[in-house]
């Protein structure tokens, strides 16, 4: 059973930190890894499989695009990043459902 953000990528080490201070190799690990759980994260909210597809990416999207963000609403790296994975999947999902 797939369980969301507990791949093999370290949990120690922050990938949009990592993102942040210019390297990509975390980034790319939990993308790599955490595809398959977030997928059925979202399969198991009632998404359809081209649509989890889809809401995935947005999540790995949206993520990416915090750690280049520079505003007072940009990642902060002082909490874990897992729980901040997850809320920016759910966010996505509620975003989602509201724009039904």
Do not use: C, H
Request: net charge positive.
């Amino acid at each position: 059973m797939d369980r969301p953000l507990k791949g093999r990528w370290n949990p120690d080490i922050d990938p949009l930190a990592d993102l942040q201070g210019g390297r990509t190799e975390t980034f790319e690990a939990f993308v790599r890894d955490e595809t398959p759980a977030l997928r059925a994260f979202f399969r198991r909210l009632g998404a359809r499989p081209a649509e989890a597809d889809d809401l995935v990416q947005e999540t790995f999207l949206k993520l990416f695009r915090s750690a280049a963000q520079t505003s007072a609403t940009s990642y902060d790296a002082r909490g874990k990043f897992a729980g901040y994975a997850f809320r920016v999947a759910r966010n996505v999902w509620i975003d989602r459902r509201r724009r039904a």
